[in-house]
């Protein structure tokens, strides 16, 4: 459910008109519906309320400050993948208790930052950086909390690119093969095994695999884990089970919080640990969209293009994932039908929003709402062709706010110089 709606024959983002943001803040522009965003949360949140749990946003679905605090606010935690990420989730006032760290790649100085401010638990993703944990825990005298993410090789039948869980990935350590690592985590003097975490894929539109991997990593921890992990004095206190429940983005039907939810708690049945999720699309992903105009349209013989100024710098799933976003007029538009692709100003063939889109025949200035790009669209959009990134705008009932301003053409330059020989 989310508060894009036409009331009218115009569509509203809850109590605002699309296009009178499009008049006072131009496009592109990203909007959000903050009474989406909000029900998105609760409705996950409380989908789990029979569990001792902590709901860690994606913060890489959407790092808008704005957002960060608002579910900041709701008691969410956030799950980050860099120290830009645990800047803007400190910034907007979380509590380092409830941040989890994922990613293959953490660097030195991204451990130091997360180590200074305190956060739960690191998800190890690697033996060396397991190692890597110690030493620097070490050198400034704390202990790093770890958890290690095991691979559970689970399809999590997805887009390859966002397909995490399977042996070939580079994510996690084999689950087979994690008691060693565990072994060693224990063995170490600054680091301390908290959890067991995992995390399949994103953009899952059944609860099958998540309840494939939750049974392999819950057999792993009965079997395994428990007893010899007490016997070495770790406890194993949380189970992070990651993100990556789907949305609607066009015709398919993911389960719904409260499904996903009951299949998990199953799962956990006589575990006595704190769950840990990190959703990060299924909460953003249907509370935003991305606001274009229609500049040209262009037939040749064999197409018909409909060209507007949002592109692949500003939404690039439709370029990298060959995703599918409804696109919506946001006047009701009674026009015949046509077949067109819906192409950005971007040069690259792969610059597109739709291919071959059944579409009610817009105009040169007409507005498209691009449906559903809450998640993966402004944290991914780039300046390439010299673009300024679009303006990221709130609605909150009737009010709206631009809680990011569009980039200025000095924005583009910012911190780059030319040498003194050249000058
Ligand atoms: C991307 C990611 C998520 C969020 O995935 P969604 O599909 O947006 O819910 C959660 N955890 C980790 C480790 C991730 O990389």
């Known amino acids: 459910m989310n508060h894009f709606e036409y009331r009218n024959g115009e569509m509203f983002a809850e109590g605002v008109a699309l296009k009178r943001i499009a008049q ?129 090789d689970v399809d999590p039948q997805t887009h390859p690119y966002i397909s995490t869980g399977m042996k070939k990935a580079k994510f996690g350590v084999d ?35 998540f309840v494939d991997a939750l049974a392999k990593v819950r057999e792993y921890l009965d079997r395994v884990l428990a007893g010899e992990m007490k016997k070495e004095g770790a406890q194993i206190r949380y189970l992070d089970l990651g993100g990556g429940l789907g949305i609607n983005y066009h015709d398919e039907t993911p389960p719904l919080p409260d499904e996903y939810a009951k299949a998990i708690i199953q799962g956990l049945e006589g575990l006595d640990i704190t769950l840990i999720l990190e959703p990060g699309r299924v909460i953003v992903g249907n509370a935003g969209i991305l606001l274009t105009e229609v500049q040209y349209i262009k037939e040749t013989d064999t197409k018909k293009f409909i060209i507007v100024d949002g592109g692949m710098n500003d939404l690039i799933r439709p370029a990298l994932y060959g995703s599918y976003q409804a696109i919506q007029p946001v006047i009701e538009n009674n026009a015949d039908k046509v077949v067109a692709d819906v192409v950005g100003p971007i040069c690259e063939s792969g610059d597109f929003f739709a291919k071959d889109r059944e579409i009610a025949r817009p105009k040169r200035g007409d507005l498209l709402a691009v449906m559903s790009a809450g998640a993966y669209g402004f944290t991914m959009a780039s300046n390439y062709n010299s673009h300024p990134k679009p303006p990221e705008v709130l609605v909150d009932g009737d009010q709206y706010y631009i809680v990011r301003r569009r980039e200025s053409l000095d924005d583009l330059i910012n911190g780059e110089t030319i040498p003194a020989s050249l000058q």
Do not use: W
Not at 29 to 43: G, Q
Not at 131 to 149: H, V, Y
Not at 183 to 199: F, I, M, T, W, Y
């Open 175 to 209: 689950i087979k093969k994690s008691l060693e690592t565990y072994r060693k985590a224990v063995s170490l003097k600054n680091v301390e095994v908290v959890g067991v975490d995992c995390h399949i894929g994103s953009q899952l539109t059944s609860v099958t695999p």
């Open 24 to 152: 006072e803040v131009g496009t592109p522009a990203y909007i959000y519906s903050l009474a989406t965003l909000k029900r998105h949360f609760k409705v996950f949140d409380q989908a789990f309320a029979k569990a001792r749990h902590i709901v860690c946003f994606s913060v890489k679905a959407n790092s808008n400050l704005a957002l960060l605090r608002a579910f900041a606010k709701e008691g969410s935690g956030f799950d980050i993948v860099s120290e830009g990420e645990l800047f803007r989730a400190l910034k907007v006032g979380a509590d380092p208790r409830k941040i989890v760290f994922s990613g293959v790649g953490k660097k030195r100085q991204e451990i130091e930052y997360a180590l200074k401010s305190g956060i739960l638990m690191f998800n190890v993703e690697s033996e060396e950086e397991l190692f890597a944990l110690d030493e620097i825990a070490a050198g400034i005298g704390k202990k790093a909390p770890i958890s290690l993410r095991v691979n559970p």
